[in-house]
């Protein structure tokens, strides 16, 4: 089977809900890739590590441009 073309998938930051109330600021600890038409990306959440904060926490997503994702 081919392999699936990448160009329907766009890159997401995850951003620590919890460093936002603390800090202030947007803190991204992890970089996805997300198909947009299948995914509700609005409303995606992850329960994932933060390491500022050394706890599991709740990310949202953001979109990136693909030049920040290197």
């Known amino acids: 089977m081919a392999r699936p073309s990448r ?7 995850l951003y620590c809900t919890e460093c936002m109330e603390q800090f202030g600021k947007r803190v991204e600890n992890y970089k996805i890739m997300l198909n947009p038409t299948n995914t509700n990306v609005k409303e995606f959440t992850a329960r994932k590590f933060c390491p500022r904060l ?7 997503a953001k979109q990136i441009s693909r030049s920040q994702n290197k």
């Open 54 to 60: 050394n706890k599991h926490t709740i990310h949202k």
């Open 7 to 13: 160009k329907k998938r766009a890159f997401f930051a």
